[in-house]
């Protein structure tokens, strides 16, 4: 599989400064993620950036990639901003930053689609176009606070931006579900599985060749069904006070 997939980049032409996709990677530091789970998401995205698989993917994508740690409203912070991925070197760079990254927020609510709206902005705030843009969001919880998911979807679906997740099981009865069905939107959306935190670092490397390698292999993707919800069944009552865990 693996020689299958650095072919298929072997084989891609992409202009040496274009742009093929802009990838903002959002990390739940909510209060359901304790100081360990953090400590794996940390390590696990790190450890999957210095996959070789994946950044020959991002240096052939001459990606744009910015790191956000979100939890409750009005707690979204740019940890890492925008950085031009133009060569290994710029891998690894960007890999060290992730290591060095100390936690934002804890004790604090999980507001899915408030982080989607600050992560819009971000896209829409980078120093240069990209083919595609992709927000991709980490989580082990349902929204609670704030905009409610679904409602970013009209811009979504304006500003042509697609929301993929990892769903990290454990916490949370049927996040996978509430994932797949509030979550993920947009032109070849899909949802990525974590059983645990410790399978988190497997989750993320395979999720990240999935959008990096699909992108630059295929042309056109059609939007991806987004199933009718008619009810709220799936989401948690909103609310303001901060999490407890």
């Known amino acids: 599989m693996r020689i299958l997939l650095a072919l298929l980049l072997a084989l891609v032409p992409v202009p040496a400064t274009a742009c093929s996709v802009a990838l903002v990677l959002a990390m739940d530091v909510s209060g359901s993620v304790n100081r360990d789970e953090y400590a794996l998401q940390m390590t696990g995205l790190a450890d999957a950036l210095g996959d070789p698989l994946v950044s020959e993917a991002l240096v052939t994508a001459q990606a744009l990639v910015s790191v956000v740690q979100w939890s409750g409203r009005s707690r979204q912070r740019v940890s890492i901003p925008w950085t031009a991925i133009g060569s290994h070197d710029d891998v690894k760079a960007l890999r060290a930053e992730v290591l060095g990254m100390?936690?934002?927020?804890?004790?604090?609510?999980?507001?899915?689609?408030?982080?989607?709206?600050?992560?819009?902005?971000?896209?829409?705030?980078?120093?240069?176009?990209?083919?595609?843009?992709?927000?991709?969001?980490?989580?082990?919880?349902?929204s609670n606070e704030g905009v409610r998911p679904r409602l970013t979807h009209a811009r979504l679906t304006m500003e042509g931006i697609t929301v993929n997740g990892l769903a990290i099981r454990g916490t949370e009865d049927g996040i996978v579900g509430y994932y797949r069905e509030r979550v993920m939107f947009g032109p070849g959306a899909f949802v990525e599985i974590a059983d645990g935190y410790a399978d988190y670092p497997r989750a993320i490397r395979?999720?990240?060749?999935?959008?990096?390698?699909?992108?630059?292999?295929?042309?056109?993707?059609?939007?991806v069904p987004v199933p009718r919800v008619d009810s709220n069944e799936g989401d948690e009552p909103w609310r303001s006070a901060s999490a407890t865990r």
């Open 206 to 223: 395979r999720k990240l060749i999935t959008e990096l390698v699909q992108n630059l292999t295929m042309e056109h993707r059609a939007p």
């Open 102 to 142: 100390r936690r934002a927020y804890r004790n604090y609510a999980t507001a899915i689609g408030e982080l989607i709206g600050r992560a819009v902005d971000l896209l829409n705030e980078a120093p240069r176009r990209c083919d595609r843009r992709v927000i991709d969001v980490s989580g082990d919880g349902r």
